[in-house]
């Protein structure tokens, strides 16, 4: 199981970190991880990636240059760091897992992960 958390509200312009937990097992460099989101009445789509081994990272091209993800396997946590952040962002964001490593074309493919959370809220908002 994994467990999203670090959502809320805040102003345009502001900053979250979001952390993905697991719980039941060992988030350790078997593991890729994925966040993504979805607004109200749109699709789920990825937001990052990060590898298991060797920390390479995937963004979509309306985050990158303000959200960052990084993982520390001793705490069994993945975060994700967003900055300036916009109206747009306003979704609840998830987490999820697999074991394996995943090509640039797939990682923000949601059939990719076996593993999901159930989501935390993320509201921009002024």
């Known amino acids: 199981q994994l467990v999203e958390s670090g959502g809320g509200l805040v102003e345009p312009g502001g900053s979250l970190r979001l952390s993905c937990t697991a719980s039941?097992?060992?988030?350790?460099?078997?593991?890729?991880i994925g966040w993504f989101r979805q607004a109200p009445g749109k699709e789920r789509e990825g937001v990052s990636y990060?590898?298991?081994?060797?920390?390479?990272?995937y963004f979509a091209d309306s985050v990158k240059g303000r959200f960052t993800i990084s993982r520390d396997n001793a705490k069994n946590t993945v975060y994700l760091q967003m900055n300036s952040l916009k109206p747009e962002d306003t979704a609840v964001y998830y987490c999820?897992?697999?074991?394996?490593?995943?090509?640039?074309?797939?990682?923000?493919?949601?059939?990719?992960?076996?593993?999901w959370g159930r989501g935390t809220q993320v509201t921009i908002s002024s």
């Open positions: 999820a897992a697999i074991a394996a490593r995943l090509p640039r074309s797939s990682w923000s493919d949601a059939r990719s992960y076996n593993y």
């Open positions: 039941g097992f060992i988030l350790d460099y078997y593991y890729a």
């Open positions: 990060i590898s298991g081994i060797g920390g390479t990272t």
